[in-house]
T-cell receptor, first 113, second 113 residues
Framework: DARVTQTPRHKVTEMGQEVTMRCQPI?????VFWYRQTMMQGLELLAY????????DSGMPKDRFSAEMPDATLATLKIQPSEPRDSAVYFC???????????FGPGTRLTVT | AQSVTQLDSQVPVFEEAPVELRCNYS??????LFWYVQYPNQGLQLLLK??????LVKGINGFEAEFNKSQTSFHLRKPSVHISDTAEYFC???????????FGTGTRLLVSP
């Protein structure tokens, strides 16, 4: 049963530290998405890739967030420096641009103190 | 730009009763529509989708939804709910020209004995 995997599942860090979240998309999927979920804002799209190329990162705070796909099996989301307002659950999803379905990972729960 | 409205933030229902979760969307172009479910501490899981064809779409776990273009709605229904259906349900719209999903704010379904 193919699944999107995310590491770490939980991360507690202090303000100002760098945070790196990793995602392994489902093999064969050509689109990858990063979302952030909070009680106040709900689900927000941060960035997405098609065939490893970044297509849209307009939802991402540019000064501190960066997203990359160094290869087809790994997507990363970095926050540097982290701030308490970044505390949220970050989801990675992968999909196909022919079926339009997205498959979500279990999320990384980030707490910045 | 597309938007999705889920008017009910919470829907309480008794076990074995029918349920309808409402979703309305706005868009000036053709759209694809989705329902996702999120169980506690998990990622989102696709319930069903409408791309074209029959306006009545059947999904997993006994759920179905009906696309109504004139009313710009895509309501989710289940004739008899179980305790295990307690979760957050998200309606989402995707512009046919893009891959970006726009999510509603979610409806929490609470099933009690």
């Amino acid at each position: 049963d193919a699944r999107v995997t995310q590491t770490p599942r939980h991360k507690v860090t202090e303000m100002g530290q760098e945070v790196t979240m990793r995602c392994q998309p489902i093999l064969g999927h050509n689109t990858v998405f990063w979302y952030r979920q909070t009680m106040m804002q709900g689900l927000e799209l941060l960035a997405y890739f098609r065939n490893r190329a970044p297509l849209d990162d307009s939802g991402m705070p540019k000064d501190r967030f960066s997203a990359e796909m160094p290869d087809a099996t790994l997507a990363t989301l970095k926050i540097q420096p982290s701030e308490p307002r970044d505390s949220a659950v970050y989801f990675c999803a992968s999909g196909s641009d022919t079926t339009y379905e997205q498959y979500f990972g279990p999320g990384t729960r980030l707490t910045v103190t | 730009a597309q938007s999705v409205t889920q008017l009910d933030s919470q829907v309480p229902v008794f076990e074995e009763a029918p349920v309808e979760l409402r979703c309305n969307y706005s868009s000036s172009v053709s759209v694809y529509l989705f329902w996702y479910v999120q169980y506690p501490n998990q990622g989102l899981q696709l319930l069903l989708k409408y791309l074209s064809g029959s306006t009545l779409v059947k999904g997993i776990n006994g759920f179905e939804a009906e696309f109504n273009k004139s009313q710009t709605s895509f309501h989710l229904r289940k004739p008899s709910v179980h305790i295990s259906d307690t979760a957050e349900y998200f309606c989402a719209v995707l512009n046919t020209g893009f891959q970006k999903l726009v999510f509603g704010t979610g409806t929490r379904l609470l099933v009690s004995p």
